[in-house]
């Protein structure tokens, strides 16, 4: 499947004047995200975020190709803003929540493509469906934080995929077949 990239980038207050560090790193999950944006009858874009988002993630400055992503989200925790459409999109018609509970991604490389920019290629499983996908990936700020004085790192990442790939199928003349797909994350170093 070909996909589109975008690259999004965000501005931050505070770097991190320490070397760059080769060390594992454990998602902040208050403040990882991935959300998406699908067209509605060609007027707008309904926005959606999964409000659950887990993995193992290794960053290394020094050695990109050696790093990592895995993110395990919860089919279960779309947000919508509709109480309703959420409900039909947990339901057996959509994600099938109850027996696909979780969308993976599972990186296969990490390339740096400029200054804090990368490409994050791997493999996307939606309702027992696996296809490759491509992040265009920024690093937003390092810093330290103050309260628990351990370095942390930012990433946002924009890919586009095709629901109709993944056999997501219905209402094809109201709700647009080319979804983009956002992933926020903000990593702590393991202590």
Known sequence: MKTTLVTLCIASACTLSAPAVQAGWELEPSHTHVSFQVSHLGLSQTPGLFRQVAGPVSFDDKNVEASSVTIAIDTASIDTVNEQRDADLRGPDWFDAQKCPKITFVSRSVRKVGEGQYV????????GKTLPVDFATTLTNRTV???VKLPM????????????????????????DDVTLRIALELMQKP
């Open 153 to 176: 790192v930012g990433f946002v990442g924009e890919g586009r995929i095709k629901r109709s790939a993944f056999g997501l199928v219905q209402y094809p003349q109201v709700i647009g």
């Open 120 to 127: 994050i290629s791997g493999d996307l499983s939606i309702k």
């Open 145 to 147: 934080n103050p309260f």
